[in-house]
């Protein structure tokens, strides 16, 4: 089992900028990749962005291109989201999730869930 505990989130303008920070413990011998996901009020869970745990290979979704990139910190067993330019539909609590399944970069392979962090972007 792996523990995730997200941390980060917090209230911003509307073109500002966040970090979320994703640690993992417990079997990260079992990680395959990580990610970050996403939860809107009276929305479904979103893929944000995915990584590979090893090789690094990324998965964005169509709608965070270009504004938001996902990196990892293998020594210190961190993922990170790097949001920039954010907008009022950004709200959201953001889920880091960890899987060792191969669709890495579909949110069915994710069973891994840490509690969730709220970002919230005011306009």
């Known amino acids: 089992q792996v523990q995730l505990v997200e941390s980060g989130g917090g209230l911003v303008q509307a073109g500002g900028s966040l970090r979320l920070s994703c640690a993992a413990s417990?079997?990260?011998?079992?990680?395959?990749?990580m990610g970050w996901f996403r939860q809107a009020p009276g929305k479904e869970r979103d893929i944000v962005a995915t990584?590979?745990?090893?090789?690094?290979?990324?998965y964005y979704a169509d709608s965070m291109k270009g504004r938001f990139t996902i990196s990892r910190d293998n020594a210190k067993n961190t993922v990170y989201l790097q949001m920039n330019s954010l907008k009022p539909e950004d709200t959201a609590v953001y889920y880091c999730?960890?899987?060792?399944?191969?669709?890495?970069?579909?949110?069915?392979?994710?069973?891994?869930w840490g509690q969730g962090t709220q970002v919230t972007v005011s306009s």
């Open positions: 999730a960890a899987t060792r399944r191969s669709n890495w970069y579909q949110i069915d392979a994710y069973d891994n």
């Open positions: 417990g079997s990260i011998f079992s990680i395959g990749a």
């Open positions: 990584i590979t745990w090893y090789s690094g290979s990324t």
